[in-house]
C-alpha cells in the first residue's frame, strides 16, 4: 500500500513548539518512524510538511491515483481551511485526520473541524503516538487502489 502523511502549519516545529502540548518528539523523527513502520507493514509512506495552504491542495492534487490512504493533521487549517476539505474529497483518497493534542480540551475555535465529517478516522490526543496508530491502521485496513 502507499500511504501519504501530511502536515500543515507550524508542525515544522514539533518537538520545540509549546512541548507541554504537543511534547518533544520533532517531526523528523515522526516522519522516519512512519516510513520505517510502513516499510515493516509492507507499505510505502511518502511525507510533505507544509505552512502553506495552496501547497498542501496542491500535494493533495498530486496523490490522486497514486496514493491508496492520507494521513492528514491539518494544524490549524482543521479549522479554517475549505480548499483542504474540498481537495481531499476532489480526489476522493480516504484519509485519517490526526491531532497531536486533544483540540476538544482546548479553546471553543479548535473544536470545529472542516475534516472530521469526511475523515475515515480521526485520532485526536494522543501525542505523536496518533501517527504510529493512523499508519499501522491505514497500512492494515485501508483497501489497495486499483492501479
Ligand atoms: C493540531 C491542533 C490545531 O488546533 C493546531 O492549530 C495545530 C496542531 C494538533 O496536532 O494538535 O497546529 O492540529
Known amino acids: 500500500k502507499s500511504?501519504?502523511?501530511i502536515n500543515g502549519p507550524n508542525l515544522?516545529?514539533?518537538g520545540t513548539r509549546e512541548p507541554h502540548i504537543y511534547g518533544s518528539t520533532t517531526l523528523v523523527d515522526v516522519e522516519n518512524n512512519a516510513k520505517e513502520q510502513a516499510k515493516s507493514l509492507g507499505a510505502s509512506l511518502e511525507t510533505f510538511q507544509s505552512n502553506h495552504e495552496g501547497a498542501i491542495v496542491d500535494r493533495v492534487q498530486?496523490?490522486?491515483g497514486k496514493v491508496d490512504g492520507i494521513i492528514i493533521n491539518p494544524g490549524a487549517?482543521?479549522?479554517t481551511s475549505v480548499a483542504i476539505r474540498d481537495a481531499l474529497l476532489g480526489v476522493a483518497i480516504p484519509f485519517i485526520e490526526?491531532?497531536?493534542s486533544n483540540v476538544h480540551a482546548r479553546e471553543p475555535f479548535r473544536h470545529h473541524s472542516y475534516f472530521s465529517d469526511k475523515a475515515a478516522a480521526i485520532i485526536v490526543g494522543l501525542?505523536?503516538?496518533g501517527y504510529k496508530v493512523a499508519v499501522e491502521h491505514v497500512?492494515?485496513?485501508f483497501k489497495e487502489?486499483?492501479?
Do not use: P
Open 145 to 147: 487502489l486499483e492501479k
Open 98 to 100: 490526526l491531532h497531536v
Open 77 to 79: 487549517y482543521t479549522h
Open 139 to 141: 497500512a492494515v485496513n
Open 3 to 5: 500511504i501519504l502523511l
Open 127 to 129: 501525542g505523536v503516538y
Open 62 to 64: 498530486a496523490a490522486r
Open 12 to 14: 515544522n516545529l514539533l
